[in-house]
């Protein structure tokens, strides 16, 4: 379940917004409608909201001062989190190349879909990159070592792997490794290699309880642990 705060003064539009959310995503809960910039950062920084919906033009503090008042650390957990929405086009440039800006919306007729859809599509990527991590941690679990090339490509597998679950045929070297070496820029033959390589150091160097906790005494092979993390992350 993800979070959504609205940020705006105008409250019969946020509780439009609110209707309209709870009628079309179940995956998304509403913390608050926020009706000026105080509360709004009040908010942001006494917990981690997933979403945050904010007008530009708020009493107290407008959008821009919200989100430039927050600490350096809360900064960057909500980086690419923020959708604008704003009836003020000229206060658009001062927030435009902000990092935490995931997209923008002016106010106006039929633009509730439109910002329906970018909540959408940011649960989406929020989605994508928590499934991501949860791959890493699973590897790191097993005993790969995060810092070798090899295990960042074999974390990309699986994660390619994930998103095609209902397509993919189970052949490695040629459904996912292509896939790889045109996002990593290097040759099959080195994706592969580099990726066997991670499993034998894995191998060699886990404890042999974790390996036979995991394995059931089963030499562990890169198949394997792509199907052993798969499960985990179902």
Not at 13 to 39: P, Y
């Amino acid at each position: 379940m993800f979070t959504i705060l609205i940020a705006d003064d105008n409250i019969v539009f946020a509780k439009m917004l609110v209707n309209t959310i709870i009628g079309t995503m179940d995956n998304l809960r509403v913390v608050k409608i926020a009706t000026d910039g105080k509360e709004a950062l009040e908010l942001m920084n006494s917990q981690i909201i997933d979403v945050v919906l904010i007008d530009l033009k708020m009493p107290v503090y407008n959008g821009n001062q919200v989100l430039s008042m927050l600490s350096e650390e809360k900064k960057k957990i909500y980086e690419n989190s923020i959708i604008v929405i704003t009836g003020e086009p000229s206060l658009i440039p001062e927030i435009i190349d902000n990092p935490m800006i995931f997209s923008i919306v002016s106010k106006g007729a039929g633009q509730t879909e439109k910002i329906i859809m970018y909540i959408k599509k940011l649960i989406e990527s929020k989605s994508n990159d928590l499934k991501y991590r949860q791959i890493i941690s699973e590897l790191q679990k097993i005993g790969y070592n995060i810092n070798l090339i090899g295990t960042q490509y074999l974390a990309q597998a699986i994660y390619e792997i994930h998103l095609r679950e209902n397509t993919y045929q189970g052949n490695l070297k040629k459904e996912i490794y292509p896939i790889l070496s045109r996002i990593f820029q290097k040759s099959v033959h080195n994706i592969k290699c580099n990726i066997t390589r991670a499993t034998e150091n894995m191998n060699l160097y886990c404890a042999k309880d974790t390996l036979d906790n995991y394995f059931y005494n089963i030499q562990p092979t890169t198949k394997l642990v792509i199907n052993l993390v798969l499960n985990k992350i179902a």
